[in-house]
Structures are given as C-alpha cells and as structure tokens.
C-alpha cells in the first residue's frame, strides 16, 4: 500500500473522530488538539497497537486525551451550540434566536436521554454515521445499534411531545 493511501485512510479515520467529538459536545479547538494527539501518538506507538479496529483506538485516545486536558485546566464545557449557518445569519435578528433556543431545547432533551440514547442519536443523525459505522465505534453489533437507536428515538419523542404539550397548555 502507498504512503499516500495510507494517509488518505488515516486522514478519513480522523475526520471521522474528530465530528464524532464534535457532536460528544467538545468545543472545536479542544476536538482539533485531541485528534493531532491522538494522530501523534498512532504514529509513534502505530508497531505497539493491537486493537483490530484503528477507529475505536483513535476516539478512545482522543476522550482520553479531552477529558485529561479538561482535568489539567479544571474546565469542563460541554457546548453543544451548533453553529448557525451564514445563511441565517442574514435573517432577522428574531429568527436567529428562534433556532437557538430550538437548538438549547433539543440539547436539553437529548441531557434528559440515558447516554447510550444520546450518542446513538448524535453519531446518527449529526455525525452522520452508517449502522455498520457506529457499531465499530461503540463495539456493539449492528442489531444491538439498530435496536437502541430504535428505543432512543422513541424516547426522544416522547420527551419532545411532553415538552411540547407543556408549553403549549
């Protein structure tokens, strides 16, 4: 295999954890820094790695390495802000803010899920992952995927009808 396949599929593998911290909620600096280092130290231990699947190496480094930098600094930000589109930005103020608080309500849905629930979710449907895609990252079989993401979107809209009837009674 050439040297340029091969950074061509390493370069994927880490795009993909990188959106993959991204959609865990790790502010985008944070997410750029943990996926160089774990790149840094795939590249330096590549001979020692025994896992079958780099993917899941690469994430769990990256956590790692995330939640150690937020230990160090004693920060911890969960920003699950998602970045209003230029489009929008030319709308009317009024607009701009309606869609963040859809954004604040649906993250505060998504805090209400067990964890499993909320990142089946955010790796589906932010991250934009295949069935096959996320069982290789959580380790799970695709049956198992397909079944809880099937009871997360379940529970996820019944938590937003419950919301939403709420507010409106």
């Known amino acids: 295999m050439s040297k340029e396949i091969l950074f061509e599929k390493m370069n994927n593998e880490l795009n993909i954890v990188y959106r993959y911290l991204l959609s865990k909620g790790v502010p985008h600096t944070d997410a750029e820094d943990a996926v160089q280092e774990a790149a840094y130290r795939y590249l330096r231990y590549v001979d020692s790695i025994k896992s079958p699947n780099v993917r899941n190496w690469l994430i769990r480094v990256s956590i790692n390495y995330y939640y150690d930098q937020c230990r160090k ?16 930005s030319s709308d009317l103020p009024e607009m701009i803010l309606l869609a963040k608080e859809r ?10 899920l067990k964890p499993l629930y909320a990142e089946l979710l955010l790796l589906k449907y932010q991250s934009n992952l295949s069935y096959a895609e996320i ?16 009871r997360a979107r379940k529970k996820f809209m019944k938590l937003y009808e419950e919301a939403y009837y709420e507010k409106g009674k």
């Open 103 to 112: 954004i604040d309500e649906f993250n505060k849905l998504l805090l209400r």
């Open 73 to 88: 600094n004693k920060k911890y930000i969960f920003n699950f802000d998602e970045k209003i589109n230029e489009e929008e």
């Open 135 to 150: 069982s290789k990252v959580l380790g799970m079989s695709n049956s198992t995927i397909k079944n809880n993401l099937f």
